[in-house]
């Protein structure tokens, strides 16, 4: 079985993981929060940071936001 067929947001519609501009910091939490329960969240982080260049892509992927993920990087290297 795949990760992405036993993540928590399987079926889920977007909305929660992409609050969009101007969204106030609890809908980033709430996704987050979400995000925090999954039982693929160390496979999720992977692949949105390397298969997906996931530090430039928006949204909340393993409990993380985008300039997370940047932080991340600038750390790594």
Known sequence: MKW???AAC???GPDLFF???GALP???EAAKEF???CPVINE???YVLTENDGYNTPGIWAATTQRQ???MRTRAT
Do not use: T, V
Request: overall charge positive; glycine content about 10%.
């Open 35 to 37: 995000c925090r329960e």
């Open 69 to 71: 993920r940047r932080r």
């Open 26 to 28: 609890a809908e980033y």
């Open 19 to 21: 609050p969009g501009r």
């Open 4 to 6: 992405r067929e036993r």
């Open 10 to 12: 399987r079926g889920m």
């Open 44 to 46: 999720c982080l992977d």
